[in-house]
Structures are given as C-alpha cells and as structure tokens.
T-cell receptor, first 109, second 114 residues
C-alpha cells in the first residue's frame, strides 16, 4: 500500500509555462501537508505548507482536497531555476512524515 | 544559524567495519529522523525519535541502530556495514506541536560500502 503517490515525471516544460503536480495520500487521518523541493544530490528543502483553504507564495500555489485526498502544486511562469524534484509530504500527527517519491521537473530554455 | 549538521559528508568504508554518522541540531527540536535515499525508491525512513530516550523503527531499520541521549544529537550507527547500505543518508528534525511543522534536513552523508 503506497501511502503517498506522485507521478514521477519527468515533466519537461518551456520557460514561462504553467505546470501542475498532483499527489494522492491514502490515510484520511492525515493532518498536515507539505511540498518540498530537492535539487540533485542535495537535501530536501521545505517549499511550502499546504492549507485546506489553499495558499499561494509568489508563483507557487498549493491546494488540498481532503474529500478526494489529494494535494496539488501549481507553478506559474516557470523559470529555469525551478528545475528540481518536488516531493509531496504528509503528516498524520505525532507520527513521522511520509514522503512521496517525487516528481521531476525540467524547465527548458 | 539554525541548522542540522551531519558528519561526515562523504564516507567510503569496507564491509563489516563499524561506523557512526553524527547528526546534531541547534533548534531545540523534539523530533529527529534518519532517512536513506536510493534511486527509484525515494526517501525511506530508517529510525525516528520523538524526544530524548524515545526512538522507534521506521520502514527500513535492519542493519542500523540509533540513540538519543541528548535532545540535540541523534547518531546513526552501522555495526557491520554491508554493500546494500551504500546510499545517501539524511538526518532531519522538526518541533513537536499542533502546528504543521516540516522537517529541516541536514546536507546529507554519501556512504559507500565496498
């Protein structure tokens, strides 16, 4: 049983494009949700938390749909520097965070 | 600067030679975890700790030990390393509490066992 599932990609998009990633989670008791970014051979870094009402940080928008148990990340006006792997992460309270395997994004000039 | 510090960054060792990877955080975080990352398998949790003297197995604990004698330190011990433990290892920490806190990761330790 896969607890957090993501499309591995890669997503190859031109600069300036809008790209969206989805992630589904299996445990309906999950309480908090995050998107992380990981560059090649580097540590994952927190990109943003995901709130039920949806939240935006510049070109990045995260959405949560509890009824359907999925989380999304939208990147507008993609930059070359957005190329990375994006990890969906779910927390069920006082238990360790569960990571998806990540979706690879390549933004091409 | 708030951070999680792992050492060493790179290590090549031989099968069976005991080693310890250290992890230290200066943020007074309650939770600490060890992950390994392998191509195609993503991040898999080895062990985690919810506070001092409280540790628990993650998804892939075989061949590893941990201890949490102090809040800031969470070393990972490989008593008898084998080649299948060649991997990229990350230590991470986060605060306890009701807020949605994400993990802060260390820079990683690339281990090769020959």
């Amino acid at each position: 049983r896969k607890e957090v599932e993501q499309d591995p990609g890669p997503f190859n998009v031109p600069e300036g494009a809008t790209v969206a990633f989805n992630c589904t989670y299996s445990n309906s008791a999950s309480q908090s949700f995050f998107w992380y970014r990981q560059d090649c051979r580097k540590e994952p870094k927190l990109l943003m938390s995901v709130y039920s009402s949806g939240n935006e940080d510049g070109r990045f928008t995260a959405q949560l749909n509890r009824a359907s148990q999925y989380i999304s990340l939208l990147i507008r006006d993609s930059k070359l520097s957005d190329s990375a792997t994006y990890l969906c992460v779910v927390n069920m309270g006082n238990t360790p965070l569960v990571f998806g395997k990540g979706t690879r994004l390549s933004v091409i000039a | 600067e708030a951070q999680v510090t792992q050492n060493p960054r790179y290590l090549i060792t031989v099968t069976g030679k005991k080693l310890t990877v250290t992890c230290s955080q200066n943020m007074n975080h309650e939770y600490m975890s060890w992950y390994r990352q392998d191509p195609g398998l993503g991040l898999r949790q080895i062990y985690y700790s919810m506070n001092v003297e409280v540790t628990d197995k993650g998804d892939v604990p075989e061949g590893y030990k941990v201890s949490r004698k102090e809040k800031r330190n969470f070393p990972l011990i490989l008593e008898s390393p084998s080649p299948n433990q060649t991997s990229l290892y990350f230590c991470a920490s986060r605060p306890a509490g009701r807020e949605p806190y994400g993990y802060t990761f260390g820079s990683g330790t690339r281990l090769t066992v020959v």
